[in-house]
C-alpha cells in the first residue's frame, strides 16, 4: 500500500507540474503568439500608448487619430501603416433583445496587416472607408446572435443609430488578442467622432507592418526620431492655471511581446528587453518544477530505503551497484513519462475546459507539437534529475547492511 | 573450495571498535555440508557473508570456489556471486513484487548470456526441484512460509553455483517444514555434490550435517566431522 500510494504522489507531482506548464505556456502562446488574425507578429509593431510626463504628473493613454495620422503614418520604412480604435461597447437591440457588441472602427490596411479568416464576404476597402461607407464586417458569433445565422452577408445591423450593411463574416477572435478582438469592425471614417480635432488623446492605435523582419529596427529607429520631433501638446486651461506643463511626450512602437513586457514592467524606455522577460518566465518554470523534483528526490529515497532488502538480495545475486543505479534511473523516467503522459491529458482536459467556458471568450487554447515535445523533454530531464542522486545513494548501500533493511 | 587465511573482521565506529571475527582459519572443501553454529552476536553470520563476497575481511586472505579474491571490486564481486554463490536467506528475502517465478529467474536476469526463454525454462526446472511446479504465477504473500523458503532455495539454485550459503534456513519455520528444507538441501548436497555452508541455531538440524564448526566471540572454537555423506 506505502510504495503504491508514493506511486501516486509521485505521479500526481509530476502530471500536476507538466499540467501547469503547459496550460500556461499555452496561455502565454496564445495571447502572446502568432495566431488568427495575427499571424504577421515577426512583422508588425503596435504603436498604443502615449505618455505624457511633467511636474509630478504623468498621462498615459492611448493616441488621438490626429496624431497618428500626422506624425505615424507618413513614415516611410513601413510597408503598411493602419490606425485603428481600441474597443468599445455599444447596445443594438434585434426582436427587443438587447446585444452588447464590442465594435472597432478601423481603416482599409487593418485588413492587409492582419489576416482574418473569412466563412462569407470578405473587407471593407480604401473606396469604402474614404467614402465612409455604412458598411461592417462581423464574427460569426455576432452573426447567429443578431441573424441566427453565420450567413449574413447583406444583413443590416443598427449601431449608434446607424444601419450598416454586413459584407464579411469572419471567424471568432479570441478575446485575449487585444489589438484585434471585436464583434464589429467598421470603417473609422462612420465612427461619429471629429476627426479634425488636434487633441493629443484619444482612443486610437496603430500597426506598423514591416515587408521583412529585418526592417523592424530601421522601422524603429525612424519611429523614434519622428516621435523626437513631436511637439508638446499645449497644456489645458486648468493645468496652466495651475502652472503644470507637460514636458516629456512618449510614444513607443512595440512587438506584441515588448508590448506586454512594457505594460507588465511599467518601463518608459523606447526599448524594452524581451530576452529578460523570457529569463524570467523560463526561471520561473525551472523554479516551479524544483519543488516537484525535491519533492521526488525525497520520495526516491524514501522508496529506496524501503527497498534496501530488495537491492541487497539482488546485489547477493550478482546485480552490480552500475547495474542497480540503471534499473532505478530507468524506473524513475518510466514513472516520470507516464506522469508526463497524465499531464498531457490533464492539461488537454483543461484547456478544453478553458475553450469551452466564458473564461477567455473564444478562446482556442491547444497544444502545439512544440509544447508537447518540450514537454516530454521536460519529464525526461525530470526523471533523470530526480532519479540521480537517490540512485548514487543506492548504490552505496552495502549489501549486508541493504540485507538487513539498513541504509549503511 | 572455500578458503580462509587469518580472517579478521572489526567494526568501526566513531567511539566503538567491534571485533566480530579475528584469526578465522577455516577451508570447506568441495562438496561438503558444513554447518555453523555458536550464540547471538558470535559472529556467524558476519562469517558467511564474508564467505560470501557480501562483506569484505579487515585483514587476512580468502578464496572462493578457486579463485583467490584479491580486490573487492564491486563489479567483480558481483560476478563471483553470480556464477558461484547462491544465498537462502532466514526471511528468505523473495521481492513481493515479483511472482513466483520472477523471483527465482532473478540470478540468471545479470547473466546476459542467458536468453529469456532459457531463463523461464531454468526457473520452472528448479522449481520443480523443490515440489513448487504449480506455483509459478503466485505471489510471496500467497505462500507459506516453507514455500517461500522452498521459492528461495529454487532461486540459489537456479543458476548452478558450486556453493550454497544458507543464513539460518530452517529458523522462521516449523519444525515439519523445517525438516522439508533440510531434507531438500541434503539432497541437493548429496545428489548435487553442492558444497552448502548453513549458520544454525538448531542442534538437531547441524547434526544431520558432515561437519559442525562452533564460534565464539569471534572465535573458532571446535570443528567436530560428523558424518561422511555419500555422494551420488
Known sequence: MRRKFFTFISLFGISFTLMVLMVVTALLNHFLGAQMPEQKLDRILYVNQLWLEGNGSINSSNPSYYLLNKYVKPLKTPELVSIYTEQSAVNAYRNGRKIIMEIRYTDANYWKVLDFNYTSGGPFGKAEVESANLVAVITEATSLNNFGTTDAIGKTLRL??????????????????????ADVWLPYTTAQTDLSKTDYNGGYAAMLLAKRTDDIARIKKEFYDVVATIPLPPSAPRRQRMNLQFTILKMFADSRTEAFVREVSSSTDNYVSVPLFYSFIIGGMLFFMLIPTINLVNINISRIMERSSEIGVRKAFGASSNILVLQFLFENIL??????????????????????????????????????????????????????????????????SALKGGSK | MITLTNIEKVYQTKSIETVALQNVNLTVPKGEFLSVMGPSGCGKSTLLNIMGLLDAPSAGTMEVAGQPIRSYKDKELAHIRNEKIGFVFQSYHLINDL????????????????????????????????????????????????????????????????????????????????????????????????????????????????????????????DSRLYDFQKV
Do not use: W
Open chain 2, 99 to 222: 511472482s513466483v517465478l520472477d523471483n527465482v529467474e532473478l540470478p540468471l536476469l545479470y547473466r546476459s548470456s542467458v536468453s529469456g526463454g532459457t531463463r523461464r525454462k531454468r526457473a520452472q526446472i528448479a522449481l520443480e526441484k523443490v515440489g513448487l511446479s504449480s506455483r509459478t504465477d503466485h505471489y510471496p504473500n500467497q505462500l507459506s512460509g516453507g514455500q517461500r523458503q522452498r521459492v528461495a532455495i529454487a532461486r540459489a539454485l537456479i543458476g548452478v553455483p558450486e556453493i550454497i550459503l544458507a543464513d539460518e534456513p530452517t529458523g522462521n519455520l516449523d519444525s515439519v517444514m523445517g525438516e522439508e528444507i533440510m531434507q531438500i538441501l541434503l539432497d541437493l548436497n548429496r545428489r548435487e555434490g553442492t558444497t552448502i555452508v548453513m549458520v544454525t541455531h538448531d542442534e538437531n538440524m547441524a547434526q544431520k550435517t558432515e561437519r559442525l564448526v562452533r564460534f565464539f566471540d569471534g572465535q573458532q572454537v571446535s
Open chain 1, 160 to 181: 449608434n443609430d446607424r444601419t450598416y450593411k454586413v459584407v464579411g463574416v469572419v471567424e471568432n477572435i479570441p478575446a485575449i488578442r487585444t489589438s484585434s478582438a
Open chain 1, 335 to 400: 514513472l516520470t513519462l507516464v506522469g508526463g503522459v497524465l499531464g498531457v491529458l490533464l492539461a488537454v482536459g483543461v484547456m478544453a475546459l478553458i475553450n469551452n467556458s466564458d473564461l477567455i471568450p473564444y478562446s482556442n487554447l491547444g497544444l502545439n507539437i512544440e509544447i508537447l515535445l518540450l514537454s516530454l523533454l521536460i519529464c525526461l530531464f525530470f526523471g533523470v534529475l530526480s532519479g540521480v542522486y537517490p540512485a548514487f545513494r543506492m548504490s552505496k548501500l552495502h549489501p549486508a
